[in-house]
């Protein structure tokens, strides 16, 4: 999980079946994002299916290759909130995130994709982009918020299946 993943290429069958199984596998994890990392899989893709903010739709989608663009200036504010990870079942600790980025790359069909949020959208959009450039959010808490999370994951883990978040 501590190493960048490789650029998607192949835009065929085998590409769509993988996308396919990570929806799956992230709605069975009641999960609001995966990487493909998390399932051992070193390509830089990863879905998303964030449940709606007060007066917005939800949102979902597959982001191949994702380029994060991030607010400047005075429109670069953070939000503090709880965070959890799949890879971490069951932890959550308080992680500071952009209120809003927008992120681009391709769907699993290689057309262009565009997808843009604030809250919740906007820290599922970077925790997954995160996981395909080789970090996880533990990474980005301070050492104490981070020794805990790790010890209430240890914790859980065995209220997880082996292989977790795979559910093959």
């Not at 396919?20 to 998390?38: H, I, P």
């Not at 503090?80 to 769907?107: H, N, Q």
Request: hydrophobic share 40%.
């Amino acid at each position: 999980m501590h190493r960048p993943c490789r650029p998607v290429n192949a835009f065929d069958d085998g590409l769509q079946t993988l996308v396919a199984d990570m929806v799956a596998t992230m709605r069975a994890a009641d999960g609001v994002g995966l990487a493909a990392n998390q399932i051992g899989v070193d390509l830089a893709v990863f879905v998303f299916d964030c449940p709606a903010d007060e007066g917005c739709d939800s949102e979902s989608g597959v982001v191949c290759n994702p380029t994060l663009t991030l607010p400047a200036g005075r429109q670069r504010g953070l939000l503090v909130a709880d965070e959890g990870c799949l890879s971490l079942p069951g932890a959550f600790v308080e992680c500071a995130r952009l209120e809003y980025v927008e992120v681009t790359g391709l769907d699993e069909h290689g057309d262009d994709v565009a997808y843009a949020g604030a809250s919740l959208l906007a820290r599922c959009l970077q925790h997954e982009t995160d996981h395909l450039r080789g970090t996880v959010f533990g990474d980005k808490v301070p050492t104490k918020l981070r020794k805990k999370l790790y010890k209430e994951a240890a914790r859980l883990a065995e209220e997880f299946p082996d292989g977790w978040p795979a559910l093959t």
